[in-house]
């Protein structure tokens, strides 16, 4: 590994390389809770594109392993540091500029998701891709996953909004993608194609996003209920709404006791689910809220409280934001992400429930409710290996119902090291062999992030 680090040295000198061993281990790692720092490995902090483009160069020529980084959150082990990898992070690469004429934004891969929220709510403008890491993660980061988030019931996936890309292939080479114009069909969509790769392909340099305008602050009604059937037909009675709600978040009645464990956040004991939703249309907020709040209520909510602020839609929205710390708070856990078909979700509950009181590993099953895209979190002790064993074999079960549903096994969060054993499943051997051969085409000496997705 000394011979990378000198070869990289001597092409971009000692100030991108992180040479201490404590700090370079934390960027080894990201959010999936199995992961660990492997033993030989470069760390990069890129300056600027030249940098990206001397180590892709140098990697492709001696044959080295990249892994492309923003900030680490990913949940899938698709940011972590293989074996005599380069770790190439672009968190410097920070460029913003918003056009409000043309109505988007040039971000550097490096720009936190909720910075380039402000700096668009500034003029007026708003980018609605919205996941709950967004103080956190990287637009760079966001593209190569296609993040989602609590607002795509309205608002769609980063996908829905990136125009145009700028990416540094293996080898060095600059492609730029997509269009700079309100339309444009020139050619195949590259864009897509590098939206979603896991840093597969090439490393983001700058991306092109769609602005719309800015929505009103946003009012919440949450709602709970002693079945699941009465809140599974009020997300599909929400979903018929004319004015589709900006968010519409599901609880089980495990997750419900999990943050009520945490603190009393207001709801009921013994409620089945419940439910939030929101609107921010642009001057009528309340009066969506009002109707979905009726419409929750003819479904059969037992409990209904609707916020006529936004502080109070805020404090409504308390709860679900405590979700995570009280699940983290639960143990080891593995934090996972399946979608379905709307119309199957009280389905996937029930099985997801079942797979939990036949198996002895205990589930949680919550998220964003409105779109089917559930993130179950299935737990185990730290410390007994065989409980991990046994709640891996449970997330197994839970995949392939939410297949046989006619799900997929990622909503949004990809596929990384953790699932790639099930992307057979979903893909089949023809799509999954035509796409290793489309990323083949991009990189043909294999060096992008290998052993992620494929
Ligand atoms: C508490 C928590 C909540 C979360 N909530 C959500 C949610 O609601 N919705 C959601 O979709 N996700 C969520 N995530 C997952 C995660 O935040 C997203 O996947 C996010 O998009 C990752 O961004 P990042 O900057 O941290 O990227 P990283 O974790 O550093 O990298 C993620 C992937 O992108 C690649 N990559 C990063 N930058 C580039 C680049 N410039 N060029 C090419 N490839 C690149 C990496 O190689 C890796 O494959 C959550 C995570 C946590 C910890």
Redesign the pocket.
Known sequence: MRAVADRLRLRLGDAPLVRDREIAATYAV??SFWARPPVDFTVVRARDEADVVAVLDEAQAHGIPV??????????G??CATEGSIVL???D?RGLDIDPVEGHARVG??IV?AELKAAAAQVGLHYPP?????D???????????????CCIKYG??ADYVTSLE?VLPGGQRMRTGKRTAKGVAGYDLTGL?VG?????????SVLVRLVPAPDPALTALATFDSLDAAVRGVLALREDRHRPALLEFLDRASIAAIQAVGDFGFPTGCEAALLVQSDRAGHAAEDVDRYAATLAAAGATEIAVADNPSEADLLMRGRRML?NALEAKGGRL?E?ACVPVARLADFVRLGQDISARTGVEITLSG?GGDGNL?PSLFFDREDVDGWHRAEAALAELLRAALDLGGTIT????I?VQKRPYLVWELGEPELARQRAVKALFDPRGIM?PG?VF
Do not use: M, W
């Open positions: 990201d959010a892994v492309p980084q923003g900030a680490r959150t990913a949940l899938t698709a940011a992070n672009v968190e690469l891969p490096g998701t919205d996941p709950a890491s967004v956190s993660c990287t637009i760079g980061g966001n593209v190569a996953t296609n993040a989602g988030g609590l996936v980063t990416v590098v790769s896991e840093g597969t392909i090439g490393v983001v340099t995570n934090a992400d964003h993130h909503g949004e969060h990809g990384g992030n992620k």
